[in-house]
């Protein structure tokens, strides 16, 4: 058994306090206005614009005269930033301005709607309704029923809230996204359960929603600050590595840059080159996916080529984005699988660019990103600027894209069988989802989800298409319903007038509406496919030493985010969920495959239970989840089943701490790559049993062509046991990867 590994829970504090301003926080609060009526400047068309601005500041000012923030500041200025941000990184008018300056009125004030719409008219008002209404949210505890079980998540309420404003005015998602940037700007003064809370629901709702709305600059900062305080040491090393790496090889980039700057200046292009560094973020996940150490990730650096168009046409743009293309690859050679065209296939979110990579004359890749002006202001300042350019006159082809991707989340907000947990995991796979594009027998471009079938492809050509489907041609050749998309495929949809959805389909449709839309012509038997859900399901918990009872049906029901268990009984029975998730749910056997050593009971009178999706180990940053029961269940913060559940159940946080010292072995997983040779795993065993004295519990490696690849799970007391054993077999020869991956 494990020893007190954990002590203490930490208690909720208030984020504000009151106290008389003094004359040095009258000055600051000035001079940070001073800097948002100089950027708003550039937003009013002209001194009655400004003047909203001025006054909503001068209202909002007297609202919050002597309240402080957490970190003992004026809380002015957070509204103040927030309408920073709002201006400078999105690029948002003067009515959003204000409403940024206003946000927090209604909420923390005694001043009411009615009294903003007095003041500044109904779409101010609705702004900062909007506003409120995700603020009351977010800041509420879960709701119970009289069992004194959850009922629903009111994060997750949140974020349908948040949604169904785009119905309204997108306005609101952005100012928010703005308040949301700041608040993990300042993050540091948050106690730490509240910081986990925040992080993860940045990282779960409002980091997808920044990126799908083309707000890339928001959508990264959120992201290093999220690495920042989950992984810091992981931060620090590559932030470090970065800056090394970056004034080592800055003269290179520099001797890059000056051939493309004279052949574009001798071409006529009125053009401007930047510089971009790959962010830590982006690093850390690319190193984790692939599994890749710093030195090994070689699109480190960018350059940008940003120019204004001779002609303000869409047919100019794209032809001088491939003029551009051609001057610079008649310099150096480029790697043809890294060509990315998005001028001519713009992303989901409105992206357009020519991306390429080049080899410098000293040996290091470079990408290159060649946009025109509109485009880069797209990219920066993503659908804010869309809708601008859109006004202005300027229609896109990506316009539609946008606006089917709108369209298709008012249909799922409106869907009387989703409830908001359902909602938040459906439209988080929706935001986080890739997409490859498809054509019809015509020629016409679709955008589909990575991994969806023909069958999927149908559906969403029409229902009654996907209802009548009986094969597919693709690429001119026959193929079944089941045949998985490629990006470029061309797809014909054979159909039958007689032919009807089979229950067999489900088990190779990937995307929701189709799968809905079989549910729908199945919904008349439901009663039939009730009673065969609970034949299968009692067949499925057999084979887990289970029985078949209320309990067990409510937990299976409230994983699977189902409104109640007939439903969810439903559509087990048809084979929208499959025996194998429930087995991963239910299988503790297999959660806790390393034994009960992984359970304690600590003095502080809770049962602690080691998550087996992360599998922490001392010295790991962690976070708690408490059950009604009692039990805490601790997870790695990277992990993402803790991103989900503190999004959806923040007051299920608790902050456990690791004693400094125990006894106790915990099991992980080292990855390993390198050149092969004789004698490699007895240098290895060696390495790690003999000299480091940590015990191993599996080896499995593999050869091929002089390669050799493979994992080893090794018992290690904490973390810096560890690391120390990862730098000790960096040292045995030939070894070229090592490092923690999950088991």
């Not at 809230?161 to 119905?167: A, D, G, M, P, Q």
């Not at 969806?452 to 209802?467: N, P, Q, R």
Request: aromatic share 8%; charged share 25%; glycine share 4%.
């Amino acid at each position: 058994m494990l020893s007190r590994t954990w002590i203490t829970i930490i208690l909720i504090q208030s984020s504000m306090s009151f106290s008389q301003f003094t004359q040095k926080d009258y000055e600051v609060i000035a001079r940070n206005y001073a800097e948002l009526k100089e950027a708003a400047k550039k937003r009013c068309a002209g001194e009655q614009e400004l003047d909203v601005v001025q006054k909503a500041f001068d209202f909002a000012n007297e609202a919050h005269k002597n309240v402080r923030r957490r970190s003992g500041e004026p809380y002015m200025l957070h509204p103040i930033a927030v309408a920073k941000i709002v201006v400078n990184d999105i690029g948002l008018g003067y009515k959003s301005i204000a409403a940024a300056l206003l946000h927090d009125v209604v909420e923390d004030t005694d001043y009411t709607v009615d009294d903003i719409r007095h003041l500044f008219g109904d779409k101010i008002a609705s702004l900062v309704e909007g506003l409120t209404k995700i603020k009351n949210v977010l800041d509420n505890q879960d709701k119970k029923n009289k069992d004194g079980q959850t009922e629903s998540s009111l994060q997750a309420e949140n974020f349908k809230r948040i949604l169904l404003t785009l119905n309204d005015d997108v306005r609101v998602v952005l100012i928010k996204l703005a308040d949301r940037l700041h608040n993990c700007r300042t993050i540091e003064f948050m106690p730490e359960y509240k910081r986990d809370k925040i992080l993860s629901e940045t990282m779960f709702i409002f980091v997808p929603l920044a990126h799908r709305l083309g707000l890339y600059e928001v959508k990264s900062e959120m992201e290093n600050i999220w690495l920042r305080y989950k992984e810091p040491d992981a931060y620090n090393d590559i932030t470090a590595k970065i800056n090394r790496d970056l004034s080592d090889k800055e003269k290179s980039i520099d001797e890059f840059i000056s051939p493309i700057r004279k052949a574009l200046t001798d071409a006529g292009f009125d053009f401007q080159i930047k510089r971009r560094v790959k962010t830590p973020y982006s690093i850390w996940h690319k190193m984790v996916t692939k599994q890749l150490t710093f030195e090994q990730i070689y699109d480190l650096y960018a350059v940008r080529v940003i120019f204004n168009p001779a002609e303000n046409s869409h047919e100019s743009e794209r032809d001088q984005c491939y003029h551009v293309f051609s001057i610079i690859t008649g310099i150096y050679r480029y790697k043809p699988d890294r060509v990315r065209d998005w001028v001519k296939h713009p992303k989901n979110n409105g992206y357009e660019a020519l991306h390429c990579t080049l080899m410098s004359l000293t040996g290091l890749w470079i990408e290159v990103q060649i946009r025109t002006k509109r485009m880069d202001d797209i990219a920066e300042k993503g659908i804010a600027a869309h809708w601008a350019y859109k006004q202005d006159g300027y229609i896109s082809e990506n316009d539609s894209e946008m606006d089917k991707w709108l369209s298709k989340v008012k249909e799922i907000l409106v869907s009387s069988d989703v409830n908001a947990l359902e909602l938040l995991d459906i439209i988080h796979n929706d935001l986080t989802t890739t997409t490859i594009s498809v054509f019809t027998p015509k020629g016409e471009q679709k955008s589909i989800q990575n991994g969806a079938t023909a069958l999927d492809f149908a559906y969403m050509i029409h229902s009654e298409i996907g209802s009548k489907a009986i094969a597919a041609k693709v690429n001119m050749k026959l193929a079944p319903l089941s045949y998985v998309l490629k990006t470029g495929d061309q797809i014909e949809i054979i159909s039958a007038e007689d032919a009807h959805p089979k229950v067999e389909w489900m088990e190779f449709l990937q995307t929701r509406h189709a799968k809905n839309l079989v549910l729908d012509y199945f919904r008349p038997q439901r009663q039939h496919f009730i009673d065969l859900g609970v034949q299968t399901l009692t067949v499925t918990l057999g084979s887990l030493d289970k029985k078949y009872s209320d309990t067990v049906l409510r937990k299976l029901s409230d994983s699977f985010n189902m409104s109640n268990t007939d439903e969810f009984l439903f559509r087990f029975g048809i084979g929208y969920f499959r025996p194998e998730a429930v087995r991963e749910i239910l299988d503790e056997k297999a959660k806790h495959s390393a034994g009960q050593e992984y359970v304690i009971n600590s003095a502080d009178g809770h049962k602690y239970v080691i998550a087996s999706c992360c599998n922490p180990i001392p010295g790991d940053p962690v976070v708690g989840f408490l059950a009604p029961d009692g039990s805490i269940t601790v997870h790695k913060k990277t992990c993402s089943v803790a991103e989900d559940i503190a999004t959806k159940h923040g007051n299920w946080i608790v902050m456990p701490k690791w004693e400094s010292a125990t006894d106790q072995s915990f099991l992980v997983r080292i990855s390993l790559k390198g050149i092969d040779r004789i004698g490699l795993l007895n240098d290895l065993t060696g390495c790690i049993s003999v000299s480091m004295g940590v015990n191993m519990r599996q080896i499995h490696l593999a050869a091929n062509d002089g390669i050799f690849e493979g994992f080893i799970d090794l018992l290690v007391h904490n973390r810096v046991i560890l690391e120390k054993v990862l730098s000790n077999i960096m040292k045995v020869k030939g070894l070229q990867n090592v490092m923690r991956t999950d088991l």
